[in-house]
């Protein structure tokens, strides 16, 4: 057969984003391309923080243990007063979230990519360049045309898909056009990150300080770093206030001197908005290109690695498993309001803190304290659901399907590693009276081969009330009820006239 695509899909941009979307389709079967126009990983830090969902997903690629074995957490998130008087405090973020690792993993991001790089090397369906440059990306007749500076020569690709994980300015999207929603937020921000010699003299959780003389922020790093962040005032120049003098100034307070050796400053400017688009016919974008959201979630990365899956199981649907194209039409419409809560909720918390105004300040100290006093209290909050796309309509769809970890002798084993990745229907019993087409896993809560996780699947079906569910690649519910009704729902959700053809 000739061959119709140099490639099935071409990534552009391999950050953390790009770099999951490309390892997961290539352990999918399809042939992928992706590159960086940076000769390495960047080696400086950027993101913090990532959630129990993200370490599922590593999990899912096989390098969470590695980056485990570099994340510090946290016991709280404090938010404080000028007078140090804790206004709201987050807590949990070391106990057991949802997707079965810890709530909140502080890392070094260049560390993490270094091992996500190293996962992927050798991948047979996974080609990784460094050193070129995106010139343009045009749509053909079936698929994606790219023009590549590699080695000072233009070089043209084709592919079936293309996905842009190019960065906040996204070239790509720029020249498709797609305008952004500016979500009304945009303040700059001094970052200080350290070395760590002597952790005995540093915060031990994650801060916060409200303080309208200087809004601040403090936090825990992996791989022997912490971080600072100063809100620059008006009238303050980025150069001068980056400069070493001024870093110790800003740092005195801290009484670090030795107990750190600075690394780098950056001022950034906390942005906040969404890509009205995040589609144009075979073209997509992803993570940073699609949004932007200010750090005080924790949730930038994090949102970039969701689009990653959520965008990589249905292309590998596509293109593998004869699922209709029209399955693609659902990645923005259950990303983009997933991730825009996680921006509003990062706004919020940043409007808290960026207040400069002492009498606003005083009334919001005032009211948060009053909250506290009352008992009222703050945990990280669920993972997010999607609201609609390729989901049933029953009860439970777009919920996230929890993970059940079970200590033995002093070791985790988490139930992903016992029934196994792609879609999943978990039943009660009958399930070898159905059948599926669609590559799909049927998976009896009795099944010997679950052992101890069977019984606490069973007793999630009790507690939600439902015969079975059906659960996506990527973790979301697809929907609960009559098992029969879910295997052909999801083959009617999956079918179409319409299939991607792969390269050959």
């Not at 992706?34 to 990983?41: I, M, S």
């Not at 510090?72 to 709201?88: G, H, N």
């Not at 005032?366 to 659901?385: N, Y």
Request: proline fraction near 6%; aromatic fraction near 6%.
């Amino acid at each position: 057969m000739t061959k119709k695509y140099d490639y099935d899909v071409i990534v552009v941009g391999a950050g953390p984003t790009g770099m999951t979307l490309a390892l997961s389709l290539a352990r999918g079967g399809v042939k992928t391309l992706a590159f960086d126009k940076e000769a390495d990983v960047y080696p400086l830090p950027r993101a913090a923080h990532v959630d129990h969902e993200i370490m599922r997903i590593y999990q899912e690629l096989g390098v969470a243990d590695d980056i485990a074995k570099t994340c510090r957490s946290s016991l709280t998130y404090d938010f404080l007063s000028a007078k140090r008087e804790i206004l709201m405090q987050f807590g949990g973020l070391s106990g057991m979230g949802p997707g079965g690792w810890p709530t909140g993993n502080m890392i070094h991001q260049p560390t993490i990519e270094r091992i996500v790089r190293d996962a992927a090397a050798g991948e047979a369906n996974l080609e990784l360049q460094s050193n070129w440059d995106c010139k343009s990306v045009s749509e053909t007749a079936d698929g994606v045309q790219s023009s590549v500076l590699v080695n000072g020569e233009l070089k043209t690709f084709t592919s079936r898909y293309l996905v842009a994980s190019d960065g906040a300015r996204s070239p790509i999207r720029n020249q498709l056009g797609i305008e952004q929603d500016d979500l009304g937020f945009d303040e700059p921000w001094l970052v200080v990150d350290v070395l760590v010699k002597d952790y005995s003299r540093l915060p031990k959780v994650n801060l916060q300080i409200c303080d309208p003389v200087r809004p601040t922020t403090c936090v825990l790093m992996g791989s022997g770093r912490h971080r600072w962040e100063f809100m620059l005032l008006d009238g303050e120049d980025p150069q001068e206030m980056s400069s070493p003098e001024k870093v110790s100034e800003l740092l005195e307070p801290w009484d670090v001197e030795g107990a750190v050796e600075l690394e780098r400053t950056a001022v950034y400017r906390f942005n906040a908005k969404v890509a009205k688009e995040w589609k144009k016919g075979p073209i997509f974008l992803a993570g940073d290109a699609a949004h932007l959201t200010p750090p005080f979630a924790g949730q930038g990365l994090c949102a970039g690695l969701r689009d990653a899956v959520n965008l990589a199981w249905k292309l590998i649907a596509c293109l593998k498993q004869g699922a209709d194209e029209g399955l693609l039409e659902s990645y923005q419409i259950e990303r983009a309001p997933h991730a825009r809560a996680y921006i509003e909720l990062a706004i919020a918390q940043g409007r808290t803190v960026c207040t400069t105004d002492p009498g606003v300040a005083a009334e919001r100290d005032a009211q948060m304290l009053a909250a506290r006093a009352a008992g009222v209290s703050m945990t990280p909050p669920p993972p997010m659901g999607l609201l609609k796309g390729c989901l049933a309509e029953t009860s439970g769809a777009g919920s996230y399907f929890p993970q059940i970890v079970i200590e033995t002798e002093g070791a985790l084993r988490r139930l992903d590693e016992t029934l196994g990745l792609g879609a999943r229907l978990i039943v009660r019993t009958g399930g070898a009276t159905l059948s599926s087409d669609t590559g799909l896993t049927i998976v009896e809560t009795t099944n010997e081969m679950l052992g101890e996780f069977g019984p606490g699947l069973a007793a999630w079906l009790d507690e939600l009330g439902v015969e079975a569910v059906l659960v996506r690649p990527d973790h979301y519910v697809f929907g609960m009820g009559d098992p029969a009704d879910l295997l052909a729902g999801w083959a009617s959700a999956l079918s179409g006239t319409k299939q991607a053809e792969p390269a050959v």
